[in-house]
């Protein structure tokens, strides 16, 4: 249990970053989720139509420190190569 003033502030400011955090998370999980059902579904137009909304849920997660940059960068270059490869070839 946290003794002094300063500790006793940190643990509320954890409880609240958490918080804040997970929603990104939960949000870019559910989306990528979503992504990878349409492709699966071979339902190629909303899976395009919802990639927008995936590189924006990762590029602000990155930019507010939810997960990093490199992170953010990586999962949108597997989100449109797994699109990509799914398609008809033509």
């Given at each position: 249990m946290a003794i002094t003033k300063s500790a006793k502030k940190a643990i509320?400011?954890?409880k609240k970053r958490r918080?804040?955090?997970l929603a990104?998370?939960?949000k870019m999980r559910a989306l990528i989720k979503e992504l990878r059902s349409f492709v699966e579904q071979k339902?190629?137009?909303a899976a395009k139509k919802i990639l927008p909304k995936v590189y924006g849920i990762l590029d602000k997660?990155?930019?507010v420190g939810v997960i990093k940059k490199n992170t953010a960068s990586r999962k949108k270059s597997r989100?449109?190569?797994f699109i990509q490869s799914n398609s008809p070839k033509g």
């Open positions: 509320r400011q954890n918080v804040r955090n990104y998370l939960d339902n190629l137009e997660a990155a930019k989100m449109a190569k």
